[in-house]
């Protein structure tokens, strides 16, 4: 088992197991959902950003979870916390999501807490450098990340953290990656969803952007349409080739039939 002070890697996730259903705590008390809204428009499309293009286009080699403002329950009697985004690896969905027990991100069933958390900063009094820092240490989240487009708290707008023994220490530099998998976080100018903005983004190893689903629908389209002008230009090169072909043998014939005419054998 990793260490306190060691990240924890995805070839080690073998080694962490959920508790037994028999040890499972009532959650009879618990109020899983409180029916608040998300912050503002631009936080929901990113919270769904983040999300949906891992379930588009990432492809790792374990089953992985990730969650958009969802509760996370690290304690039977100790208020939930609620990330913006989570991301758990080797770890699977239930197949029926409606019991209670399946609705939220509790650390006993899934057998760990989530390897990244991110918050995005809203406004001035969410506390994610401080308390939320101190809270997400105490559930000993991996590594989590603060981005703040509006520079409310700081006038870095990434900054990120890696759990080490008991506390959530700043990653030195601007590598934002999840170790062991070459996912990286990274900011991106773009459009999405027919927005402009600089938006938060995963990449891999190779510094290519994990695509939403509509960006590898139209990657899709432009290979498809690439192929099809690249067929019709083989076939246009094999049409002209064809008609060379034929207007050479339509020389040769009267060049022969010339020869015929003044009496010569061309054969």
């Known amino acids: 088992m990793p260490s306190p002070s060691e990240p924890i890697l995805p070839s080690e996730l ?6 037994p259903p028999e040890l499972w705590p009532n959650i009879d008390h618990i109020r899983t959902e409180d029916g608040a809204p998300v912050d503002n428009v631009f936080s929901e499309k990113q919270m769904r950003l983040l999300t949906e293009s891992l379930y588009s ?17 690290y304690g039977v009697d100790i208020p939930p916390l609620v990330p ?13 999501l409606r019991p209670k027990l399946n609705r939220s991100y509790f650390v006993w069933k ?12 809203s406004n001035k009094v969410g506390r994610e450098d401080t308390e939320k820092l101190r809270l997400y240490a105490e559930a000993r989240v991996s590594t989590y990340f603060i981005y703040d487009p ?7 707008p990434l900054r990120g953290y890696q759990l080490l023994r008991n506390e959530l220490v700043p990653i030195d530099g601007d590598c934002f990656e999840l170790p062991g998998t070459g996912l990286r976080l990274t900011l991106w100018r773009g459009r999405y969803e027919d927005i ?5 983004r995963w990449i891999d ?14 990657s899709e389209k432009q290979r498809a349409d ?16 064809s008609q060379r072909a034929e207007v050479a043998q339509q020389e040769n014939e009267r060049l022969m039939n010339l020869l015929r005419k003044q009496g010569i054998d061309p054969s």
């Open 226 to 241: 690439l192929e099809s002008q690249r067929a019709e230009a083989q076939s246009q090169r094999a049409e002209a080739e």
């Open 205 to 218: 190893a190779q510094e290519n952007l994990i695509a939403t689903g509509a960006e590898k629908a139209e």
């Open 57 to 73: 286009s990432w492809k790792p080699a374990w089953p992985f979870v990730a969650f958009a403002n969802v509760g996370m329950f």
């Open 150 to 156: 509006d520079h409310f708290l700081s006038e870095t």
């Open 84 to 96: 913006d985004v989570l991301l758990s690896l080797n770890v699977r969905l239930p197949e029926d």
């Open 196 to 200: 402009d903005a600089t938006w938060l």
């Open 14 to 19: 073998d080694l962490l197991k959920p508790l």
């Open 110 to 121: 899934y057998g760990k807490p989530p390897e990244v958390v991110i918050e995005i900063v």
